[in-house]
């Protein structure tokens, strides 16, 4: 666990600017404390004149402003320091509500730019790093999280920094007037706060952890409830993830309403022996002989003074809460946005900076090896291979045997431990790994599908106003889809398809999958066992759009049913990581004893 305190990490979080900014909002907080004394202050000498008169002549400075501005009579002086006074105050609220929203536009400001960021801390981490992580924690941690750090978190410190601000300058104010009742008020208020909040701090931060748990949970069971929906309806165990989910929901409000009840309750306690405690001392005064006009006005300005001080109190201390408990998530974005391995630059337009990667003569892998994080079998084992261009490969073996490994491979989703990609006579390095990319159309065996059109599922990723309705209908055509879209659909390529393209056949989702390989016209197309969930006739027609689309183009497939690479110019075939055979389907078919039996299988 990283010693740095949270206010560090917080710290580290935040850009330059965002710390700047946070410093403009201090100040603002320093200026609303002094203003808010400001205006306690001014109570005292106005409510002193109005009961006494005559104090105008014996204070010096109240003498120096009525002779100043050439007062005639003391009922106009009045008159004049009630307006002041109830300036002063509008003031002191108008600064307020401009900190509040400063504070405010600040901190809910944050959850959009470190919800931003983190999403491309995220993006930008090497394939390896998902195969890591559940994709429903990810999401959590931008929508969920990074809300509660901001308008939690970050809205607590503001308040007890404003608070904490007007509290001080209040009690330094009233330290000036009357030390005695001021110094048992801090050992009372603040000796009360204080105790509450040793006894509560490390259970706060405990139920905060466990809540950052809970809510983990709770993601992770809706996203596989309704990601597995046609199975769930099929095996009918809607119940077992309702009860899954309820558990964590549960726990994850229990902790929320603990660290909300804690943070509330101080207040009711207080303000009951604060007023109380004003009352007290009103009866001490008439018990020893002292006569009310004389301490009205001390009782008037710490009146006052309970008003403003009792609430900051308060929201001190809830915040005080609401900091210990929200702890955790600091540590979790920190971890996710500092901690892990810097990302490299996102763009959506090449770099001009770097050379661009041509591809003329051949694909070659050079003695690569792999193996999986925290895995000491290597899934790859010394391949070597060459890929001409303009070559239809296909790669073969039983499950388990590292075709999707050497694939991913190729595709630059993975990164060899050893050995060499190389692209003519350049090695593949982090340089130019995203010019090697865009030269490649990936065609996966789930089509993933957005709950959008059909032409903005083809153009997947292209802003809207880039779109080439053109390439699309190109792509399709290529991909033998567009007379189904053409003919069978009602709004044609404007079609709405449903969350994962629920409303269309498998035979359809992979055309359309395919097209979208097309759309950006590759010079490689890599096909990861696209047809294994197809049925025979549906997998004639995908094989048939597939051979029109190799043409000109270099086409990797991995197959699961063997007849699909009866067309290849080369197959290679896996085991353990290794190729234990290659050749034409025919001549591996008489000659190869292991593809002999995968052909009989499959």
Same mark, same amino acid.
């Given at each position: 666990?990283?010693?740095?305190?949270?206010?560090?990490?917080?710290?580290?979080?935040?850009?330059?600017?965002?710390?700047?900014?946070?410093?403009?909002?201090?100040?603002?907080?320093?200026?609303?404390?002094?203003?808010?004394?400001?205006?306690?202050?001014?109570?005292?000498?106005?409510?002193?004149?109005?009961?006494?008169?005559?104090?105008?002549?014996?204070?010096?400075?109240?003498?120096?402003?009525?002779?100043?501005?050439?007062?005639?009579?003391?009922?106009?002086?009045?008159?004049?320091?009630?307006?002041?006074?109830?300036?002063?105050?509008?003031?002191?609220?108008?600064?307020?509500?401009?900190?509040?929203?400063?504070?405010?536009?600040?901190?809910?400001?944050?959850?959009?730019?470190?919800?931003?960021?983190?999403?491309?801390?995220?993006?930008?981490?090497?394939?390896?790093?998902?195969?890591?992580?559940?994709?429903?924690?990810?999401?959590?941690?931008?929508?969920?999280?990074?809300?509660?750090?901001?308008?939690?978190?970050?809205?607590?410190?503001?308040?007890?920094?404003?608070?904490?601000?007007?509290?001080?300058?209040?009690?330094?104010?009233?330290?000036?007037?009357?030390?005695?009742?001021?110094?048992?008020?801090?050992?009372?208020?603040?000796?009360?706060?204080?105790?509450?909040?040793?006894?509560?701090?490390?259970?706060?931060?405990?139920?905060?952890?466990?809540?950052?748990?809970?809510?983990?949970?709770?993601?992770?069971?809706?996203?596989?409830?309704?990601?597995?929906?046609?199975?769930?309806?099929?095996?009918?165990?809607?119940?077992?993830?309702?009860?899954?989910?309820?558990?964590?929901?549960?726990?994850?409000?229990?902790?929320?309403?603990?660290?909300?009840?804690?943070?509330?309750?101080?207040?009711?306690?207080?303000?009951?022996?604060?007023?109380?405690?004003?009352?007290?001392?009103?009866?001490?005064?008439?018990?020893?002989?002292?006569?009310?006009?004389?301490?009205?006005?001390?009782?008037?300005?710490?009146?006052?003074?309970?008003?403003?001080?009792?609430?900051?109190?308060?929201?001190?201390?809830?915040?005080?809460?609401?900091?210990?408990?929200?702890?955790?998530?600091?540590?979790?974005?920190?971890?996710?946005?500092?901690?892990?391995?810097?990302?490299?630059?996102?763009?959506?337009?090449?770099?001009?900076?770097?050379?661009?990667?041509?591809?003329?003569?051949?694909?070659?892998?050079?003695?690569?090896?792999?193996?999986?994080?925290?895995?000491?079998?290597?899934?790859?084992?010394?391949?070597?291979?060459?890929?001409?261009?303009?070559?239809?490969?296909?790669?073969?073996?039983?499950?388990?045997?590292?075709?999707?490994?050497?694939?991913?491979?190729?595709?630059?989703?993975?990164?060899?431990?050893?050995?060499?990609?190389?692209?003519?006579?350049?090695?593949? +390095?982090?340089?130019? %790994?995203?010019?090697?990319? /865009?030269? #490649? @159309?990936?065609?996966?065996? =789930?089509?993933?599908? *957005?709950?959008?059109?059909?032409?903005?599922?083809?153009?997947?990723?292209?802003?809207?106003?880039?779109?080439?309705?053109?390439?699309?209908?190109?792509?399709?055509?290529?991909?033998?889809?567009?007379?189904?879209?053409?003919?069978?659909?009602?709004?044609?390529?404007?079609?709405?398809?449903?969350?994962?393209?629920?409303?269309?056949?498998?035979?359809?989702?992979?055309?359309?999958?395919?097209?979208?390989?097309?759309?950006?016209?590759?010079?490689?197309?890599?096909?990861?066992?696209?047809?294994?969930?197809?049925?025979?006739?549906?997998?004639?027609?995908?094989?048939?759009?597939?051979?029109?689309?190799?043409?000109?183009?270099?086409?990797?497939?991995?197959?699961?049913?063997?007849?699909?690479?009866?067309?290849? +110019?080369?197959?290679? %075939?896996?085991?353990?990581? /290794?190729? #234990? @055979?290659?050749?034409?389907? =025919?001549?591996?078919? *008489?000659?190869?004893?292991?593809?002999?039996?995968?052909?009989?299988?499959?």
């Amino acid at each position: 666990m990283n010693q740095k305190s949270f206010l560090k990490k917080l710290y580290e979080i935040f850009t330059p600017r965002e710390r700047m900014q946070a410093v403009m909002v201090f100040f603002a907080s320093l200026a609303t404390a002094f203003v808010q004394a400001f205006g306690v202050a001014s109570i005292f000498p106005f409510i002193n004149v109005v009961m006494n008169p005559d104090i105008v002549g014996q204070n010096k400075w109240l003498s120096l402003l009525y002779n100043k501005l050439n007062f005639n009579d003391i009922n106009s002086f009045i008159l004049f320091l009630g307006i002041a006074v109830f300036l002063i105050v509008i003031l002191s609220g108008t600064i307020s509500a401009i900190t509040t929203w400063a504070k405010t536009r600040f901190t809910l400001g944050k959850n959009h730019s470190l919800s931003r960021r983190l999403l491309t801390v995220y993006l930008s981490q090497p394939y390896e790093y998902f195969l890591q992580k559940n994709s429903s924690e990810l999401s959590k941690n931008i929508l969920s999280e990074v809300n509660q750090l901001t308008s939690q978190l970050l809205m607590a410190l503001f308040d007890i920094l404003i608070n904490g601000l007007m509290i001080v300058v209040m009690v330094t104010m009233l330290f000036m007037v009357n030390i005695t009742v001021t110094m048992g008020a801090i050992i009372f208020l603040g000796g009360s706060y204080s105790l509450i909040n040793y006894f509560v701090k490390n259970k706060l931060r405990r139920v905060g952890r466990e809540r950052l748990e809970a809510n983990k949970g709770r993601f992770r069971m809706a996203n596989e409830a309704l990601s597995s929906i046609k199975t769930t309806k099929i095996m009918g165990i809607e119940t077992y993830f309702i009860n899954s989910y309820s558990y964590f929901s549960s726990r994850f409000a229990r902790y929320n309403v603990f660290a909300h009840v804690i943070g509330e309750i101080p207040r009711y306690l207080i303000e009951v022996v604060a007023f109380g405690g004003i009352v007290f001392f009103v009866i001490l005064m008439i018990a020893h002989g002292g006569k009310v006009v004389e301490f009205i006005p001390l009782l008037s300005l710490y009146a006052f003074a309970a008003y403003r001080t009792i609430p900051a109190l308060n929201r001190l201390f809830n915040s005080t809460a609401s900091v210990y408990f929200n702890m955790a998530i600091v540590d979790k974005i920190y971890e996710d946005m500092i901690e892990i391995v810097p990302p490299k630059k996102l763009s959506s337009k090449p770099d001009t900076a770097k050379p661009e990667l041509s591809f003329n003569k051949i694909i070659k892998l050079k003695n690569v090896r792999f193996s999986y994080q925290d895995s000491s079998c290597e899934v790859i084992n010394n391949i070597n291979l060459t890929i001409p261009k303009n070559s239809v490969i296909g790669f073969a073996g039983p499950t388990g045997c590292g075709k999707t490994t050497l694939v991913d491979i190729i595709l630059g989703l993975l990164k060899p431990q050893k050995g060499e990609i190389i692209i003519d006579d350049t090695e593949i +390095d982090d340089d130019n %790994i995203t010019s090697w990319q /865009r030269k #490649i @159309g990936y065609v996966p065996q =789930e089509i993933y599908l *957005s709950d959008d059109t059909i032409l903005k599922n083809i153009a997947f990723g292209v802003q809207d106003k880039d779109i080439s309705y053109k390439q699309v209908q190109y792509a399709a055509q290529i991909a033998a889809i567009d007379n189904f879209i053409e003919n069978e659909l009602p709004q044609k390529y404007d079609t709405v398809i449903g969350e994962r393209g629920i409303r269309l056949s498998g035979g359809e989702r992979q055309r359309i999958g395919l097209a979208r390989a097309l759309y950006r016209n590759p010079e490689v197309l890599v096909l990861d066992e696209a047809t294994s969930s197809l049925d025979g006739t549906t997998e004639e027609y995908v094989l048939k759009a597939i051979h029109s689309a190799a043409q000109s183009r270099t086409v990797i497939m991995i197959a699961h049913r063997l007849n699909t690479l009866k067309d290849c +110019d080369q197959i290679y %075939i896996l085991e353990k990581g /290794r190729i #234990i @055979g290659q050749g034409k389907y =025919e001549e591996l078919i *008489s000659k190869n004893k292991k593809f002999r039996e995968m052909a009989k299988m499959s």
